[in-house]
């Protein structure tokens, strides 16, 4: 076949070189009109190489010639490698190929024929363009894309499974027959997998299990067509096998023990059953299930979806004192397993598992959650709403204290005794507030008299039952005003009224006049709302300008209360349109409830008393200030000041030293060193009322220094009254009491600007412009 189509190439070869030269012949001549020239043509044969030759270089590839007949004609060649690979003989119109061509590098090479003249280098001949090929030889082995090729097949997969695809190349020119076929064979693992002559991988047995062995490496070598030598080469292929869900469960232990605490959380996790499953995690749906024991209803059994465990967890609180241990078998099975894969043992597993309770010593247990007492407003007789109760669960069975821990605001009123007694200290008001909520603590008394740390709580809710103890009071939207010349029937104002207590079910509240003699009458609405409405009409601005109006508000409770509230109504001139032009300006009346008014009565007869009482006792003190001034004649002084000012003129009134020489006499010893000043006096019998006196004021002057439950000695430095003839008078405390005696103290005006103070503030006409 080669040969042939080399036979093929040299005998068409002229005929394309005859064409091609007439084609730039024509081209030449064209663009050449100016100049008659002969007509010329190249020839040449078809050129061609083989790649790889083996003889020495250069080789011959073929031969360019033209028609020109000129001895001084030279060829020349152009293009691509032209000059380097390929030369010319410049006289013969030989090509050489100077290096070895590769076909799989370049397969054709173009290049342009020229023919000068050697002397002045003018083209002889147009140019024309030949194209040198490469002839593939069979020199290259195929190749694979990649050295590692991966696949995957689901286990237990039938024969002929299809695995993967493998791929290889080759080099050689494809068109030529043979040169670029490719052939495959596995040469490992063909005991397992097979290639067809595509590349594609096939299974060759149907019991692949991936619990025995989950990947295989096969080694696939692809060579050239039958028939034709060459190398090969080999590429290595991981077949993954995929799980399939063909595995039950199987318990790892024959029992399971668990320990667990009785006060552990209902959902809580008492232990884990483990199990083994060899197929993939997404293939694991163990499901468990009891088959023994009576405890169906107190634990469940979840399946970790991750780990495959089971979960055991109480469905109920757990009690030591009840039931100490829990005893039964479970089974474990998997309802998603492929049976036509299955391949030996039991479709299901079972283990017991037991269960151990330990005690912990629990708090008290309430009997009721929560706790709701109800109770009457303003109820004195409900002292006790009722009780909380709790016990010890455990098996010691301690006493209980209860205590208040927190409660909502204003809930002070609600008392805890110590023995869960709910007490009311004072009657509740349900205005004040509806309900009360506290909580209380409940806690074991330990053995030894302390509390336990460990302590529970309930919610204490307290309602209020509503009394009718609240009047209906008037709402005031707005001040109330009318039209002097306003029609009968004018709706002057709607009133409405408001109720501390509930609304009572049997209707709306009851509105009435006080009085029916004035010009304004009352229309109830039944929405418990009511019109004030003009009776007559024409109101008369100058007798009247204002109008109080007395409304009286009943409420439906039991017992019926109501309430008197004024109104106050302007009467307002309008215009023509009814428009208000001008009220009068007053200030904003509001009603006053009777309760309110009895208030102010109490407050005002209070005051009343507290004046009358402070009046008495100021004239009580004015009649003693006559009485202070002659018992204060008789006093005399006991100690002499030599540094008093000037109107101090009676500081020699008295000799002490009378007082010294009764003592002397031997009347009574003094125990205590007297602190005043000492005075002989001759030494003689008592016998006059002064010599009685100096007697008496020694003897009580020694029974006050030897009286431990008086004040020391040195308090006795009082005065009853000083100076007689001073001017200012007694500068004493102790007659302060009598000071509103009519003293005329306008000498203080004439002591200077430094006592100008004082003066107006005791003078008999003070200073008007003075602030007090």
């Not at 001949?125 to 190749?143: C, G, L, Q, R, T």
């Not at 009343?608 to 006792?617: N, Y």
């Not at 020699?652 to 205590?672: A, I, Q």
């Amino acid at each position: 076949m080669k040969k042939l189509i080399l036979l093929l190439s040299l005998f068409l070869a002229p005929a394309f070189a005859y064409k091609e030269s007439q084609k730039t012949k024509q081209n030449f001549s064209s663009n050449n009109t100016s100049h008659k020239r002969l007509k010329r043509d190249w020839i040449w044969n078809q050129m061609h190489i083989k790649e790889e030759i083996d003889t020495p270089l250069p080789h011959h590839v073929g031969k360019i010639t033209s028609s020109v007949r000129n001895n001084n004609a030279k060829y020349i060649i152009e293009g691509e490698y032209a000059n380097t690979i390929f030369k010319v003989e410049e006289t013969s119109g030989d090509v050489y190929a100077f290096e070895r061509l590769d076909r799989e590098k370049k397969a054709e090479y173009e290049l342009t024929a020229l023919i000068i003249d050697r002397r002045n280098n003018r083209s002889l001949e147009p140019p024309s363009k030949f194209i040198i090929k490469v002839y593939d030889i069979n020199d290259n082995a195929p190749v694979f894309v990649q050295k590692v090729f991966n696949g995957s097949v689901p286990e237990m997969s039938p024969v002929g499974t299809s695995v993967t695809k493998v791929t290889a190349v080759d080099a050689d020119d494809p068109t030529v027959t043979g040169h670029a076929t490719v052939t495959y064979q596995v040469i490992k693992g063909d005991e397992y997998f097979t290639v067809d002559d595509s590349g594609v991988i096939f299974t060759t047995r149907a019991d692949l299990d991936r619990e025995n062995q989950s990947t295989y490496e096969i080694i696939v070598k692809a060579k050239d067509a039958p028939g034709f030598s060459g190398d090969s080469s080999t590429a290595t292929v991981i077949i993954t096998l995929t799980d399939i869900n063909d595995n039950f469960p199987v318990f790892k232990h024959p029992s399971f023990h668990f320990k667990v605490p009785e006060n552990v959380s209902v959902g809580g996790e008492v232990g884990r059953v483990k199990v083994e499953d060899i197929d993939e995690p997404q293939h694991r749906n163990t499901k468990y299930s009891f088959v023994r024991g009576d405890y169906r209803d107190t634990f469940e059994i979840v399946a970790n979806p991750y780990t495959n465990e089971g979960i055991i967890r109480p469905k109920k609180p757990l009690d030591f004192e009840k039931v100490a241990e829990y005893r039964f078998d479970i089974e474990a099975t998997d309802p998603t397993v492929d049976l036509r894969y299955f391949k030996s043992g039991g479709s299901r597993s079972i283990s017991t598992v037991t269960i151990e309770v330990t005690d912990v010593d629990e708090p008290p247990v309430f009997t009721k959650l929560p706790y709701e007492f109800k109770v009457r407003e303003n109820d004195p007789e409900k002292k006790i709403l009722g009780s909380v109760w709790a016990y010890d669960p455990d098996a010691a069975k301690r006493k209980i204290r209860f205590v208040r821990r927190r409660a909502s605001p204003n809930a002070d009123y609600i008392r805890v005794s110590d023995t869960g007694i709910i007490q009311l200290p004072k009657p509740l008001d349900r205005e004040f507030s509806s309900s009360y909520n506290i909580t209380v603590a409940a806690q074991e008394i330990l053995e030894d008299g302390r509390l336990s740390d460990r302590e529970s709580h309930a919610q204490v809710h307290v309602i209020v039952i509503d009394e009718n103890d609240n009047a209906p009071e008037l709402v005031y939207p707005e001040e109330p005003r009318v039209c002097e010349n306003a029609a009968p029937g004018k709706v002057i104002i709607t009133i409405s009224a408001t109720d501390k207590d509930e609304i009572s079910p049997r209707g709306f509240f009851k509105y009435s006049l006080a009085t029916e003699d004035s010009n304004f009458s009352l229309v109830e609405n039944h929405d418990n709302t009511a019109n004030i409405t003009v009776k007559y009409g024409q109101f008369n601005r100058e007798l009247a300008k204002i109008h109080y109006l007395p409304v009286i508000i009943s409420d439906n409770g039991d017992p019926e209360l109501s309430s008197t509230n004024t109104l106050v109504i302007s009467v307002c001139k309008c215009n023509e349109k009814g428009d208000f032009t001008f009220c009068e300006e007053r200030a904003k009346q509001v009603g006053v409830s009777i309760q309110a008014l009895v208030a102010i009565f109490v407050c005002i007869f209070t005051i009343i008393v507290i004046a009358l009482l402070i009046l008495l006792r100021k004239r009580h003190k004015k009649d003693l200030s006559g009485l202070g001034r002659n018992v204060a004649e008789i006093h005399e002084q006991l100690v002499t000041y030599d540094e008093e000012g000037g109107g101090e003129m009676d500081t020699t009134s008295y000799d002490v030293s009378v007082l010294n020489s009764v003592r002397k006499n031997g009347m009574k010893p003094e125990t205590v060193p007297s602190p005043y000043a000492q005075v002989q006096k001759p030494p003689g019998n008592p016998t006059s009322g002064a010599e009685k006196m100096e007697i008496m004021i020694e003897v009580k002057k020694d029974e006050a220094d030897n009286d431990r439950d008086l004040l020391p000695y040195d308090t006795l430095h009082i005065y009853g009254y000083e100076g007689a003839e001073s001017i200012a008078e007694s500068l004493s405390s102790l007659e302060s009491g009598s000071s509103d005696s009519d003293i005329d103290y306008d000498f203080l005006n004439d002591w200077g600007p430094r006592f100008k103070m004082l003066a107006e503030l005791y003078g008999s006409e003070p200073n008007e412009d003075f602030v007090y």
